[in-house]
Structure formats: C-alpha cells, structure tokens
C-alpha cells in the first residue's frame, strides 16, 4: 500500500486523530482549503529560525539579525502570494478576518512594545510582518545567549567559534575563570533539520521518516565534580506551545527520540520544546517507560491502518473546526462555518 510505504509522525497521528481525515489526506489526497493563517505564518518563523542555525553551522559564527528577519520575511511573502494564486484574493481575506482573532489574542499576552494602536492594524498583512519581526528579535537575542553564555563570556565564546564542533578550550577556559560565567551551562548546535529514515519493524516494508528540528550539545557544569557533563538535546521549535497541544508535542518529541536512538545512533535524555512566539521552552526528560510505550504506538498505528476498509469518520466539534477538508466531508460537525 502506498500510504503505509513511508509514514511520518504526522501521518500516523492524524489516523489517530481521525480515520476519514487520513483517508481524505493520504489516500484520496483531496484539495485542502486552508482554514487561518496562522500555520503559515508559523512555518515562515520556523524556517528563519533553521535558517538561524544554519548559518551558525555553515560559517561558524552568528549570522546577522537582518539576515535572520529577511529569511522570514521572503517565505512570508512567498507564502501569501502562494496563497492569494492558489485560492483567490477573496479567500486570502477571510483568512486574514479569521486568523486575526487569535492573533490579536496572543498579541496582546505577548504585551507588544507598540501599544494598543499597532493592534489596530491587525487586519493588514503588514502587522504580520512586523510581529514576525519582533517575535525573530527575541528569538534572536535568547540564541545569543544561551549558545554564548552572556556578558562577558560573549566575547570569549565568540572568539572559540571557530572551535564549533569542539569547544574543549572554552569549557577548559570556563573551568579556569569560574567568576566570569553567569550560567552553569550552555549548547551548542549539532544539526538542524536532521532527517532519518528507518523501518518500524523488521518484517514489515514500512518505513518512519522525518526531520528534527535541531540537536544540540549542552554542557551542564557541576559544581561537585568540577566538571562539565555532556548531554545530547533534542530540540523542536512550535510557533506556540498550548495546553491545548501538549501532549501531541511530547507524543512526537517521543517518536523523534526514538528516531535518534535506533537511526542516528545519539540516544538522548532530555528534549525541549521551543516556543518561537513567547521564548518559552518546555523541559522533557526521556524515559524508557514512555519510548516503549511509542515503539508499541508505532507499530499498532501500523497494522491497524493497513487492516481498515472502511476509514470512519469520528467527528467532534473541535477536531472538525481546524480540519481543512470540513467542508467536504459528510460527517463534519463544522460544515459551512
Ligand atoms: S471534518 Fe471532522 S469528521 Fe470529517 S474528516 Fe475532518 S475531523 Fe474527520
């Protein structure tokens, strides 16, 4: 069966989630009319943040803030564009209408340095830019300093860049002048993007694939030993983390780490979930209960979509809402809205 050939977290979750869902996605591939705009805008801040790291790998030093907001600010516009040819600037409006609500929402959590009447602007694609813009601003400075340290310890970091792969002499250096460092540990990017591809399981011929967003190393000073321990890190980026979302982030966090130990052969013990929009990051250590728990969550998905003939729908007001084929399927709870 084609769809089962190569599968990724996405896929399997969203027979998980829905089985006509999957069966419009997958094997029907039928049109999907996006419902916001928000995923778009997301994946333009997503692409400038991989851009962001990179850049660090290839040159061996930070690139420029302009560089990082231009990344973001052509995939946006690319996007819009796309959108506006594919579905019509009609469409593209209402995108604009509908999106804006829960932008404005987070906008105002997020307490903008431009004040209330920036918000009044909303309902122009211009506002976006000019949040993505703020939004890479902040991410850019966190960057900054998690990776270098801060202060002081910039200026060493910067200057043992060129040592990226291996930054023995700053952590010697660190050891050295303890009254300098600010953060008892830092990290370096080890890849971006890193895809893998394995078989679930011997005897099937399917294959998981994906792509991880970025793995570090971090070095964790410990003040007993004074030493540094190393510890590999998994890292994926989410335009917003929501309690909303959670547990389908940590479902995928859990597939990736997998990933990591049977492909790449770099088990890891703590991954982080990133949120570009606020900064914050969510702790989550890996445990041996919960990756056989997605091993056995793997293979079952599997099987039970290569034995279903019939893909039934299980709609619910709130799945139907964000599903981009709503207005399609006979089942939908949200038809026509
Ligand atoms: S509209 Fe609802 S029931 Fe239909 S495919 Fe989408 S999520 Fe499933």
């Known amino acids: 069966m084609q769809h089962l050939r190569k599968v990724s977290f996405s896929r399997l979750k969203t027979f998980s989630h829905c089985p006509k869902q999957f069966e419009f996605k997958y094997i029907q591939e039928a049109p999907s009319i996006p419902t916001n705009l928000n995923s778009h805008f997301g994946k333009s801040l997503h692409f ?8 660090c790998l290839e040159n061996k030093q930070f690139p420029t803030l302009g560089y990082v907001v231009e990344q973001f600010s052509n995939n946006w516009k690319e996007s819009v564009a796309n959108l506006q040819q594919q579905f019509g600037q009609e469409h593209l409006e209402k995108l604009i209408k509908v999106s804006a609500g829960t932008l404005m929402i987070k906008t105002a959590k997020m307490q903008m340095k431009n004040g209330p009447s920036e918000q009044s602007k909303l309902f122009g694609l211009e506002y976006w830019n000019v949040l993505g813009t703020q939004i890479l601003e902040q991410f850019y400075a966190r960057e900054k300093d998690s990776l270098c340290i801060s202060g002081a310890n910039t200026r060493i970091f910067d200057a043992s860049f060129s040592e990226f792969d291996d930054s023995s002499w700053l952590r010697q250096y660190m050891l050295l002048n303890k009254q300098f460092v600010q953060y008892a540990s830092y990290r370096t990017p080890l890849y971006t993007e890193k895809d893998f591809e394995f078989k679930i399981e011997e005897h099937t011929d399917t294959f998981l694939r994906g792509s991880i967003d970025r793995i570090d190393k971090e070095w964790i000073y410990d003040e007993k030993s004074n030493q540094y321990k190393e510890n590999t890190v998994l890292i994926e980026y989410k335009t917003d983390i929501s309690p909303h979302s959670l547990s389908q982030n940590i479902d995928q966090i859990y597939v990736y780490a997998y990933a990591m130990k049977m492909e790449l052969d770099l088990p890891v013990s703590k991954a982080i979930l990133s949120g570009l929009r606020t900064g914050e990051e969510v702790v989550i250590p890996i445990q041996e209960a919960k990756m056989k728990q997605t091993e056995d969550w793997l293979q079952e998905t599997v099987v039970q979509i290569s034995n279903t ?13 964000f599903c981009d084929f709503k207005n399609i399927c006979p089942s939908s709870a949200q038809r026509g809205k």
């Open 309 to 321: 003939k019939e893909f039934i729908a299980t709609p619910s007001f709130s799945k139907c809402k």
């Open 48 to 55: 400038a943040a991989q851009q962001f790291v990179h850049s």
